[in-house]
């Protein structure tokens, strides 16, 4: 009894150690989403065409960061593990740049921007150092597919609960830390939560083991992982699907303040909208390990998107009706919590199939690549959003926007994120590794144990030698 209790609790602190990082990473990543680009356009004053080229270029560099990450990840052996040591070492220099991304300096227009491009930078860097590892680890926590499910479930929990003390504390905090200076408050919130972030990170090291499931070479080559990749069909039909279904997200997320804002009329609605996009997820993430038990992890996805395609319509039907719009918002947020939910215990299993294919386990690269098109996705939201606003004549100083500004915030909060929405839906359609992947995990079991009971009869081959 005393080994099971010792078990149970060896699993959930994994879980809630694991989990927790995704806390740490959208107490930040949620401030970016929701109030950069304002904090660009209306605090610092930045030309909106110039943070167009901004975020498409940070977001070019960022993806090649990425994939140097992800391979280094994968060529990364220490006793703490491959992934793990990024979270011990990365906490300090995110926190930081976190800070400084949110600061505005004494400098002029050109100089605020060069800072700006230089700040933005290093925060997109230092947040793949310890991102591109939480999914990289995932593979190694357990080789159990359900477990997988399980611990994905913590980590949404988790960072659902920390994009919802965003959603719902931030902004009130930054009224009352800057005491009406809009940029000391969000400083110092900034700070807060980096200080917060850092300690959390620090307690994922210490709470998560790496078990070492894959028998695969210590050292994997350039050209191996690509071989690899190359034959793996599920992760390729996966990757394509994060453009479609990233982009829409990144679009809307950024949009949602200038939404309620300038054509709702109510900024208070907005923190309401923003906080259940984060609250409702947060309870129905409870949900997925069952209905993925049900459904299968792909049918669920699909399942989960028609649910927030419908909860877009109905808000969208609401216009300016606050009912009608916390309705659809409800009904919207339900649906993609439950299916971000399964969408980064999906991200595992192709690195089982790879394995299994070719021999090689690229978990690190798979990552960083997967990383590296959602920072394309990003950068294409960041880009369209801020070409949307140069050519509609959107003006961050005004109060009342015109026509064509209204209808391209509409467009980047409703329309787009719709279209692409049912784009995500057609491409995941096509992907059937749950049906394949039971078979798959048993012969790359067996296999595994062939490779460990092979490698110890050569080691005690040397040693009798």
Known sequence: MEQQNSSKFSLWR?????????FACNLIWQM??????????????????SISLMFVITRIIDGVTDLLVGYAIDRTHTR????????LFGAVPFALFAVLAFTVPNLSGEGRLIYAFVT??????MYTVVNIPLASVLPALSSDAQERTNLSTARKFFGFLGAGVVSACSFAMV???????????????????????CLIFFFTFASIREIGVSASPAKVTLSDALRSLKANRPWQIFAFNILFMWTGFFLQTGALIYYFKYYVGSTALAATVASMMSIVPMAVNFLVPYLAKRLGKCRLFLWSAAVQLLGLAV????????????????????????????????????VDYGEWKTGVNT?????????????????????LAGLLFAVSGYDGSLAVQGEEAIWAIQAMYVYLPAILLVFSMLTMSRYNLDEEYPRIKAELDARRQQEDVDMNEAELCEQKG
């Open 315 to 350: 808000l969208w039907a609401g216009g300016r009706n606050e009912l009608i719009i916390l309705a659809g918002a409800f009904v919207m947020a339900a649906g993609y919590g439950a299916k971000e939910s399964i969408y980064f215990s999906i991200q595992a299993d192709p």
């Open 175 to 197: 009224e009352y830390l800057g005491g009406g200076n809009e940029a000391q408050g969000y400083h110092d919130v900034m700070l807060i939560f980096g200080i917060v972030g």
């Open 14 to 22: 994994q879980r809630i150690g694991y989990g927790s990082a995704d």
């Open 363 to 383: 978990a690190g690269t798979l990552s960083s690549i997967n990383g590296f098109l959602g920072k394309c996705a990003q950068a294409a939201a960041g880009g």
């Open 120 to 125: 933005y930078i290093g925060l997109s860097f």
């Open 32 to 49: 970016i989403s929701l109030y950069l680009l304002f904090f660009y356009t209306d605090i610092m004053q930045l030309n909106a065409a």
């Open 80 to 87: 703490w593990g491959q992934s793990r040591p990024y979270f």
